[in-house]
């Protein structure tokens, strides 16, 4: 039994986290081993487990009774009882099978002093060793098991690893619930503690860093737009703290009927605020970016419908954007937020002006056309922007910067089709990779927006590819049986 993990408790509080952690985990037929020294916490770390998992399924628990005597203490829950076995007072391996645990497989057993069991103890058992920890109240405890447990228990650590930031900056004792997410490692919770809310970023390194991050919302907020304050940061192990701006977001608001021409507008004029705004020093959204996005359609999508290029094609695919990408320099650089979307947009009404508009998702900003987050905004990979409303934005925005219509509109096709061509690649390589499908399905909508790009007289050629190499038929929804190779 190899050890999947080993855990520093600072006290009884940590061990009981630890607990309830566990108790989040758990499947029917699961046993767990409870093994240390008298008085290593094996009891107090079961009856915090029972609680957990008697509070998930809706039922307050009274007293939890040390089984020491009885043996068997069995907590009766929906769905999935708890039973808490004690074999201190066991003589012998052969007195288990009096316990009647094999009515227990489709519950979860929990088992202090699993070594009397012997031969009898179950193949897929995990086992957590408490053990002395470095101060008086502190334990050690190790995990050790098989099977999926590897992999059940690999947030393990990063979750400590939480727990000891948000004590750290006083928000240990909050409530913590968790927020949708993205297609990133990033994970989101919200912290409720008494009349107190916060945002806990979670972006576990080397995946992610949270440096950029922290370095825009800083200027955002210095300019005064609504980015969330950051709180509280460690940044070597990835974690934020967070400004809570609520849930009012484009996307919920819009679902519920909202007035679109009024957020959209509202969207259209921050960022043409924003970018009159000094630029701060940033990598720029180069040709090298933006081939590197474009590129992933090749190596991701058309594989996976059977489409994959040949080296011919291929490399006239990259020859034909390099000289698409050209036309998109529009004015100097601006920042670019590059996931300036409904779902990045949250609506603030108690606050005024432009500051309405709170900004999420800007770690990977960089220098780059001022077309690219209007694109971002009104071709929009998760919705449908009605044409007559992206029209009026688009004339809105022109209007108020002055760009020369045609060269703007011709950097937006071509940052677009870029843009489409990118995602519809990355969605699928989310589904191959990382095993999120649920992404897959809003690839034919982007499909959409590509060819709605392509319609651009400048991008004639790029049209015409496309044409000879991914036909309507393959222009779709990648079946979920296919392997995906890279080129």
């Not at 959209?264 to 970018?275: I, N, P």
């Not at 009104?378 to 009026?392: G, I, Q, T, W």
Request: glycine share 8%; charged share 25%; hydrophobic share 45%.
């Amino acid at each position: 039994m190899a050890e999947i993990s080993r855990l520093a408790l600072a006290d009884q509080a940590a061990g009981e986290r630890l607990a309830e952690r566990l108790a989040a985990l758990v499947r029917p037929g699961d046993v767990i081993g409870l093994t240390g020294q008298l008085g290593a916490g094996k009891t107090t770390l079961a009856r915090a487990f029972i609680r957990a998992r008697a509070r998930a399924a809706g039922v307050e628990l009274g007293e939890v009774p040390s089984p020491t005597f009885s043996l068997v203490q069995v907590y009766e829950l929906p769905e999935m009882s708890v039973w808490h076995v004690d074999l201190y007072r066991l003589e012998g391996p052969d007195e288990v099978f009096e316990l009647g645990l094999e009515d227990a497989a489709d519950d979860v057993t929990l088992i202090e002093w699993p070594e009397r069991l012997g031969s009898a103890a179950a193949a897929g058992m995990l086992v957590l060793r408490l053990e002395p920890g470095a101060s008086e109240n502190g334990r050690s405890a190790s995990l050790e098991g098989g099977g999926d447990w590897v992999r059940r228990l690999a947030g393990l650590e990063r979750g400590q690893a939480a727990e000891e930031f948000l004590d750290n900056v006083g928000w240990g004792k909050a409530q913590r619930s968790p927020l949708a997410g993205d297609a990133s490692f990033r994970r989101y919770e919200r912290l409720c503690l008494g009349d107190k809310r916060a945002v806990l970023m979670d972006a576990p390194p080397p995946q992610e860093d949270v440096r950029p991050f922290i370095t825009i919302a800083r200027h955002l907020g210095q300019l005064g737009f609504s980015a969330p304050t950051v709180e509280a940061v460690d940044a070597d192990q990835g974690f934020v703290l967070l400004e809570d701006l609520g849930d009012d977001l484009f996307t919920h608001l819009l679902a519920k009927g909202s007035g679109e021409e009024e957020l959209y507008a509202a969207a259209v004029d921050l960022l043409v605020e924003l970018q009159r705004q000094p630029l701060p020093e940033l990598p720029p959204h180069d040709d090298a970016v933006l081939w590197q996005g474009a590129r992933l359609l090749l190596e991701w999508y058309l594989p996976a419908v059977d489409a994959a290029p040949t080296p011919a094609a291929a490399s006239e695919y990259e020859a034909l954007w390099r000289e698409c990408l050209a036309l998109r320099h529009i004015g100097d650089p601006v920042l670019v937020l590059r996931d300036y979307h409904a779902d990045n947009l949250l609506w603030l009404p108690e606050r005024r002006g432009l500051a309405r508009v709170g900004l999420l998702d800007f770690q990977d900003a960089l220098a780059g056309s001022p077309a690219y987050d209007l694109v971002s905004l009104l071709e929009d990979a998760r919705r449908e922007v009605p044409a007559a409303l992206a029209e009026a934005m688009i004339r809105r925005y022109l209007a108020a910067t002055g760009f020369e219509p045609e060269a703007f509109r011709t950097a937006y096709a071509v940052l677009g089709a870029q843009r489409n061509s990118r995602i519809i690649g990355q969605f699928t390589r989310l589904f191959a990779r990382d095993g999120k499908a649920a992404y897959l399905d809003l690839i034919p909508h982007v499909w959409g927006l590509l060819q709605r790009d392509l319609e651009h007289p400048a991008l004639s050629a790029l049209k015409a590819w496309f044409a000879s190499h991914v036909p309507a038929a393959k222009r779709c929804r990648p079946p979920l049986d296919k392997s995906v190779a890279t080129l």
